[in-house]
Every structure is written in structure tokens, then in C-alpha cells.
């Protein structure tokens, strides 16, 4: 009986590597540095080719009265009130190896005063902790005012962390120039955001590029549709990119990430049992990152410690194990 050849797809694309983290020969603080990136197939197409960098976790830690569920409160404790040691606790027991500072909620508050606590907050973390370091802002616009407070905040943080390749963000379509300027002149990649949208994606990377950056200074973020309310758009946004990237689209040769802690958000994990709803947000969190990350998502942001465990141990069984090229029957085998 004779067997039916099987044919691969050749992509003559491949997604730049972006490096997060300086370390001190490269002019920052950083104890390392993390690679995200470089990827030639698609993700677990391990028949096809292995790629260089496996997905990286970042640990959320929130900057001041995090909009958190009563759960999480529950887990966190005291933590939620002081991100210093809310970052130590993430990488000295819990082993992140990226801290993603979000800045979200600081922007309820408007007055000179805390503005300058705040980058107290973002100076301090850099000295607690020296693992690299994601710092975010407003990550859904609610009013025309959030792009101003965005920009303001954002460009302050390129300048405290000038040197250390922090990733900083988010851009918008129509809000990039100022913190996409501040990136390019103390050094930090940039987070780029639209809405599911590869059209989108294309405009705003286009902008980033024409300002003088590069697809190794920027990380897309195409917004995650956690479980339970539009992960499949996310999924199906992040293939198409990815795709499109692989085949030759140079401007969207860069890396994604996906928000799995946008999981907690779901209707479901409002209930007021706390133990139940926080396994329940767990399992959606983990779900909502290997669905993003088997999409061609290079990074999680990740809110809970036991979530981002086990989504680190996904990544290390499936992206790390196999060290070299394996047949499709083999693939087949293991899956």
C-alpha cells in the first residue's frame, strides 16, 4: 500500500525577536533579559520546525486599589495595597520572571500629588525587584480624557525606567506619538493595542514603523477576549496575524500577547463564594492563555500565581520538551 506524501507550508516570513529586560552590560539594572519571539512556524507545528523562544509569563501586580474580584482580594490580602512588596512576593515566591506593573486604576485619581507617588511606585519596583519589567496603562479607553492621562503617565515611566527596556503601553491608532517617541528615546519596546482588528494592526504598526521604530521594539496586543465573553475572536484575530506575518507581511512581523488575566472579568467569577470562584477564575485564566498562546501569542500577562503555574507548565511541555525536528507520525503520537 502505498503512502500519500504529506506537504508542509514554507512561510518565507518570520516574527522578529524583541528583548524585554536590560542588563547591566546592556545599560539597565536587569539581573536577565527575555527574548520573546523569532518564531518561523506556527505554534506546536513541531513537524514543521521548531521555533527559538518558547511563551513567557509576566505576573500582574497592580499599582493602588486593583479592580479585582472579592477572591482575589481574598488571596492577595494586604498585598493589593502595596505593589512594592506585591512585586517582591511575585518573583520571590511565586518565581515570575517578568512583573507586569499595571497603572490602571491610577488613573481615578488626577491630582499632581499622586502622579508623583505613582512614579515613586515605578522607582521603587525597580529597585525591589530586577526581573524585566512590563509597565501598563489604561488598557480600555472609556473616555477621550484617558488617552491624555495614558500619555502622561506612560511617557513619565519611560523616563524613570530610561535604559532597562521595560515594555511600555498601551498605543492606540490615534494615540501613539508621544509615548511611541518617549520608547524610541530612552530605549523600551512598545506595547501596541487594537481592537481584534488585523486592518487595525496593520495601521498602527505602520505609524510605530514610520515614527522609527521597529518590529523588534514592539509587542502587539490585538485586546483578549477572555473565556466567556469573545475569546474566540482574540483566537481567531492572533492566528490571522500570525499567519499573515509568517507568509511575508513585514509589518506585522512582531510579537502578540495576550491578557489571560482578563479572565476574572467574566460574569461568572462575580459570585460571592470565594473559594469556588476563585478555582473557577483559575481554570478560566489558564484556559484563556493556552487558547491565546496556541493562537501564536508569545506572552501571557497573568493575574494569579497557581494560574500562571500552570500555564508555565503547559509552555514547558509543550514548547520546551521537544528539543529537535519530529516526524508528523511521531507529532501525531504524542498529541
Given at each position: 500500500?502505498?503512502?500519500?506524501?504529506?506537504?508542509?507550508?514554507?512561510?518565507?516570513?518570520?516574527?522578529?525577536?524583541?528583548?524585554?529586560?536590560?542588563?547591566?552590560?546592556?545599560?539597565?539594572?536587569?539581573?536577565?533579559?527575555?527574548?520573546?519571539?523569532?518564531?518561523?512556524?506556527?505554534?506546536?507545528?513541531?513537524?514543521?520546525?521548531?521555533?527559538?523562544?518558547?511563551?513567557?509569563?509576566?505576573?500582574?501586580?497592580?499599582?493602588?486599589?486593583?479592580?479585582?474580584?472579592g477572591?482575589?482580594?481574598?488571596?492577595?490580602?494586604?498585598?493589593?495595597?502595596?505593589?512594592?512588596?506585591?512585586?517582591?512576593?511575585?518573583?520571590?515566591?511565586?518565581?515570575?520572571?517578568?512583573?507586569?506593573?499595571?497603572?490602571?486604576?491610577?488613573?481615578?485619581?488626577?491630582?499632581?500629588?499622586?502622579?508623583?507617588?505613582?512614579?515613586?511606585?515605578?522607582?521603587?519596583?525597580?529597585?525591589?525587584?530586577?526581573?524585566?519589567?512590563?509597565?501598563?496603562?489604561?488598557?480600555?479607553?472609556?473616555?477621550?480624557?484617558?488617552?491624555?492621562?495614558?500619555?502622561?503617565?506612560?511617557?513619565?515611566?519611560?523616563?524613570?525606567?530610561?535604559?532597562?527596556?521595560?515594555?511600555?503601553?498601551?498605543?492606540?491608532?490615534?494615540?501613539?506619538?508621544?509615548?511611541?517617541k518617549?520608547?524610541?528615546?530612552?530605549?523600551?519596546?512598545?506595547?501596541?493595542?487594537?481592537?481584534?482588528?488585523?486592518?487595525?494592526?496593520?495601521?498602527?504598526?505602520?505609524?510605530?514603523?514610520?515614527?522609527?521604530?521597529?518590529?523588534?521594539?514592539?509587542?502587539?496586543?490585538?485586546?483578549?477576549?477572555?473565556?466567556?465573553?469573545?475569546?474566540e475572536?482574540?483566537f481567531?484575530?492572533?492566528?490571522?496575524?500570525?499567519?499573515?506575518?509568517?507568509?511575508?507581511?513585514?509589518?506585522?512581523?512582531?510579537?502578540?500577547?495576550?491578557?489571560?488575566?482578563?479572565?476574572?472579568?467574566?460574569r461568572?467569577l462575580?459570585?460571592?463564594?470565594?473559594l469556588?470562584?476563585?478555582?473557577?477564575?483559575?481554570?478560566?485564566?489558564?484556559?484563556?492563555?493556552?487558547?491565546?498562546?496556541?493562537?501564536?501569542?508569545?506572552?501571557?500577562?497573568?493575574?494569579?500565581?497557581?494560574?500562571?503555574?500552570?500555564?508555565?507548565?503547559?509552555?514547558?511541555?509543550?514548547?520546551?520538551?521537544?528539543?529537535?525536528?519530529?516526524?508528523?507520525?511521531?507529532?501525531?503520537?504524542?498529541?
Amino acid at each position: 500500500m502505498s503512502s500519500i506524501p504529506i506537504s508542509f507550508e514554507k512561510y518565507e516570513g518570520e516574527i522578529k525577536e524583541v528583548e524585554i529586560g536590560a542588563t547591566k552590560t546592556e545599560g539597565g539594572t536587569r539581573s536577565y533579559s527575555v527574548t520573546v519571539g523569532g518564531d518561523k512556524y506556527l505554534p506546536l507545528y513541531s513537524f514543521e520546525g521548531i521555533n527559538p523562544n518558547p511563551p513567557r509569563i509576566a505576573h500582574e501586580v497592580y499599582c493602588y486599589h486593583a479592580p479585582l474580584p472579592g477572591s482575589l482580594f481574598n488571596f492577595f490580602g494586604d498585598l493589593v495595597d502595596n505593589p512594592v512588596e506585591w512585586s517582591r512576593e511575585a518573583v520571590n515566591k511565586f518565581k515570575a520572571e517578568m512583573v507586569n506593573l499595571r497603572l490602571t486604576d491610577a488613573f481615578s485619581i488626577r491630582n499632581e500629588t499622586f502622579k508623583k507617588e505613582i512614579s515613586n511606585v515605578i522607582e521603587e519596583v525597580l529597585q525591589a525587584v530586577k526581573v524585566p519589567l512590563l509597565i501598563t496603562g489604561v488598557m480600555d479607553i472609556i473616555e477621550m480624557d484617558d488617552y491624555r492621562k495614558n500619555n502622561e503617565i506612560l511617557t513619565k515611566s519611560a523616563e524613570i525606567c530610561e535604559g532597562e527596556k521595560c515594555l511600555i503601553g498601551p498605543v492606540y491608532t490615534n494615540a501613539f506619538q508621544e509615548i511611541g517617541k518617549a520608547c524610541l528615546e530612552k530605549k523600551h519596546p512598545v506595547l501596541a493595542k487594537t481592537n481584534m482588528d488585523v486592518n487595525q494592526a496593520l495601521k498602527l504598526n505602520t505609524s510605530l514603523l514610520n515614527l522609527g521604530l521597529t518590529n523588534k521594539e514592539i509587542i502587539m496586543d490585538v485586546t483578549t477576549g477572555a473565556l466567556g465573553y469573545g475569546i474566540e475572536y482574540t483566537f481567531s484575530t492572533l492566528e490571522r496575524v500570525k499567519i499573515r506575518a509568517l507568509r511575508g507581511d513585514k509589518i506585522l512581523q512582531s510579537p502578540s500577547i495576550i491578557f489571560s488575566s482578563e479572565s476574572w472579568l467574566a460574569r461568572e467569577l462575580q459570585e460571592e463564594d470565594k473559594l469556588e470562584t476563585e478555582k473557577t477564575g483559575i481554570t478560566f485564566e489558564v484556559l484563556t492563555a493556552i487558547t491565546g498562546i496556541m493562537a501564536g501569542a508569545n506572552i501571557s500577562s497573568s493575574l494569579h500565581p497557581e494560574a500562571a503555574k500552570l500555564i508555565n507548565e503547559f509552555v514547558n511541555n509543550f514548547f520546551n520538551e521537544p528539543k529537535q525536528f519530529i516526524t508528523v507520525e511521531e507529532w501525531l503520537k504524542t498529541r
